[in-house]
């Protein structure tokens, strides 16, 4: 059966190369999640590159099939697709999955005019197919792919991924404390369960893995109210309303170092372990994969 | 004001490339990467690696043997890909444990603990 999951790129906002991110990475968001026989593609930030030359390292005899959700059309959610080696394969099937409109396919394309890059889109020699959802699902392969609306500027999709009786869901760019049930809680009792409304808790629902965007800590959130992302801590709050097993925290501030994602990521566990929950948490890598259909 | 470059770039380096390098360029010796074991039976051992695809088990056909009941017969692989060595599970009884959190699969950085079963390792990544 297997349900893999690979993160090719954690970073938010802006690629940070360099010593002081080399452990968790510095490309932007990319997550790969595949069966033995489909590959999907969250998101097209920087970490597409490489996941790109690795297909290209051992592509099928057929040719690569290959689908790609977007959960918004933000720079460092698009800026790595005109670098994807698959996409000028004339034998590269490339589903580009959006809403009835596909603004998604339409922004991907227009990153590609010649004002930005020297290669237009139309000359890409995969075949490139916009495929909408309905009713806010999909088939793609062996999957079945949710999507759900998120609180971001301009908006952002998250996505709830089903295979073989285990779940992942992708929640990036979402700004949890803005949807918070009381919006004064975390200052008035910042240890106290942030509770979040059942429809954004929903889709969540005893997942084996939530890959969701935890960019801030408690701190640093303050100075960018409204800027479209979460605290870790909030992030931890959801999971655990959710019954969430385990919860990678990605999509890091361009400015937190390895260290820094250290600190963060501790914080988020002993916030777990505080509130009683049996919740597993981690900073998500560039270059690991977990394996969910282990049991 | 100008400053006087000493020539001790290496006669090898092409005559192109000279004004392109600082006068102190020299290729240094590589370090290889290493698999330092910290726990299990055999520890405390370091390993140089230096195949690009090495086995960790208890059997006879890895390339790395740990004579551990905890330990697989083929428990892991270990892969290099530009220079980079990527640890991947091969359905281990006991898993593949990076710095706590259970891989399928991982890159290796610098520090990395790894355990498997009752084996720990710490990866000191080279030059």
């Not at chain 1, 505080?274 to 969910?292: H, K, Q, W, Y």
Request: glycine letters at 8%; proline letters at 6%; aromatic letters at 8%.
């Amino acid at each position: 059966m297997g349900f893999f999951v690979r993160f090719w790129g954690v970073r938010g906002s802006i690629p940070t190369p360099g010593p002081r991110t080399r452990r968790y990475g510095g490309n932007t968001s990319c997550i790969e999640m595949r069966s033995d026989s489909t590959v999907l593609i969250f998101d097209a930030g920087t970490g597409l590159r490489e996941l790109g030359v690795s297909l290209m390292r051992n592509p099928p005899k057929e040719g690569l099939d290959l689908h790609l959700f977007l959960s918004h059309p933000h720079w460092d959610h698009i800026q790595g697709f005109p670098f994807f080696g698959p996409a000028y394969l004339k034998n590269t099937t490339l589903t580009v999955y959006g809403s009835e409109k596909n603004e998604n396919y339409q922004l991907l394309s227009g990153q590609m005019s010649n004002a930005y890059f020297p290669v237009a889109f139309k000359d890409l020699s995969a075949r490139i197919v916009p495929k909408a959802f309905v009713d806010d699902e999909v088939q793609a392969g062996d999957f079945v792919v949710k999507r759900f609306e998120q609180k971001h500027p301009g908006g952002s999709a998250g996505f709830r991924v089903e295979h073989g009786g285990n779940a992942c869901v992708y929640a990036t760019d979402s700004e949890l404390d803005l949807m918070l049930i009381d919006p004064n809680g975390p200052a008035k009792a910042p240890r106290t369960l942030r509770r979040l409304p059942t429809p954004l808790v929903t889709p969540m629902k005893n997942a084996d893995l939530l890959i969701a965007d935890a960019q801030y800590t408690d701190e640093e959130y303050p100075a960018k109210v409204g800027w479209g992302h979460a605290r870790a801590n909030t992030v931890v709050d959801l999971a655990i309303q959710a019954g969430v097993k385990q919860l990678a925290l990605t999509h890091h501030d361009p400015m937190q170092s390895d260290r820094d994602v250290d600190a963060k990521v501790l914080t988020a566990s002993e916030r777990a372990r505080s509130i009683g929950a049996e919740l597993d948490v981690f900073g998500a890598r560039e270059g690991v994969t977990l394996r969910l259909d282990r049991g | 004001m100008a400053v006087k470059r000493t020539q001790t770039i290496d006669e090898e380096v092409p005559q192109t490339m000279m004004n392109r390098l600082p006068a102190s360029f020299k290729p240094r010796p590589r370090r290889a990467h290493q698999l330092e074991q910290t726990a299990g039976p055999g520890s405390p051992c370091k390993h140089e690696l230096s195949a690009d695809a090495l086995i960790i088990g208890r059997g006879s056909a890895a390339d790395l043997r740990i004579d551990s009941d905890d330990v697989s017969r083929t428990h892991a692989q270990l892969l290099r890909i530009d220079d980079e060595y990527t640890i991947e599970d091969l359905d281990s009884r006991n898993g593949v444990f990076l710095n706590g959190l259970q891989v399928h699969a991982a890159v290796l950085r610098d520090g990395d603990q790894l355990q498997l079963g009752d084996v720990v390792f710490t990866y000191n990544e080279g030059s």
